[in-house]
């Protein structure tokens, strides 16, 4: 693997330390500080760059908005859904807590939250709104060629198509899931795939299942816990997030490749969020924090790893600071960034 380079955005080095509520708090250095970095293992920059990595950005999808970020830990663009401020952890509402987002082939953003679908443009203004209200949930959004866009509704367990920018319902798509389970736990992420068929997380019973445009179920898959999101790949096979991994599997449910939490020995993984697979065969992931237990388990948020499981990038949290605010959760005071969708901008200009 190639040496790490330090990206000039972190210097001087930075080392991080957490306090009790799990807020991080910086004391900066010069050589001793580097070699003290090392002594107690801990990042000295908020992203590390390693050479020969495929240029591009990621645009993650979190609880409180949508934000852009380039290899070295540096933002482009940020929306926030939110009544606080950049310094301080936001107290997101049920309604507004947000779990997918993805950018147009127009440059405005697509995101969907438990309760709306919105389309924003690059200032950060709602173009327009889809909105419901309990019992019924969104959580996702997949952009369709023609403009619109589809979703699921989980209490009435169908996907649905906007149309005239959320006026209308085009059409919906039955997508039986667990009944018996309440509508939070229903569902996770939708996705398309290049057939026209759609990958659905079938949150309660623990599967990802796949269904052509009538709702007939072509192919499911158990995972051993919470599924995320899965896509179809390139080479046909299906790679799936759950709680506890990555799974990459081919159309027989034989296992190709798979990654697990305890493959990382470098960071705590919280739960396996969104991804995407690169050319090269490496894999972009998201640490998603949501309920994590312990201050500084949160420490990286995204990474790459290789086909070999190494670990060849890291975006750790420390690039969010006076950025992305996060969000408040009150049952433990630690502060969560809930990051779960993830697109992969490649080399364009966010």
Known sequence: MNAVQKSPYALPFRFQFFSSTGNPMRARGGILGAIFSVLMGIYPSSAEVVSGLEKGAVLVASCEGLSVWNREGVTSFQKYFHSGTAEKAAVVPWSDMIYDACRLASGNYLCAAHEWVREVNPSGSVVWEYRVQKPVELKTCVPLPNGDVMTVDGERMELIQLTDQGRRVARRIPVPADAKAAVHVRYNLLRRTSAGTWLVALRSEKAFVEIDESG???????????????????????????????????????????????????????????????????????????????????????????????????????????????????????????????????????
């Not at 939490?261 to 396996?272: M, N, Q």
């Open 216 to 350: 007939k179920e072509l192919w499911r898959h158990a995972v051993p816990d919470l599924p995320v999101v899965a896509e179809r790949l390139q080479n046909g096979n299906t790679l799936m997030s759950w709680r506890g991994g990555l799974q990459e599997v081919a159309p027989d449910h034989r296992m190709v490749w798979e990654l697990k939490a305890a493959d990382v020995k470098e960071f705590s993984v919280v739960l396996f969020g969104g991804f995407h697979r690169l050319a090269n065969g490496n894999t972009v992931i998201v640490n998603s924090d949501w309920h994590r237990k312990e201050a500084g388990d949160n420490r990286v948020q995204v990474w790459e790893v290789d086909r070999e499981k190494r670990v060849v990038w890291k975006l750790g949290v420390d690039a969010f600071e006076g950025k992305k605010p996060g969000c408040h959760e009150p049952r433990t005071g630690l502060v969560e960034h809930r990051l779960i969708g993830l697109q992969w901008l490649g080399g364009e200009s966010p």
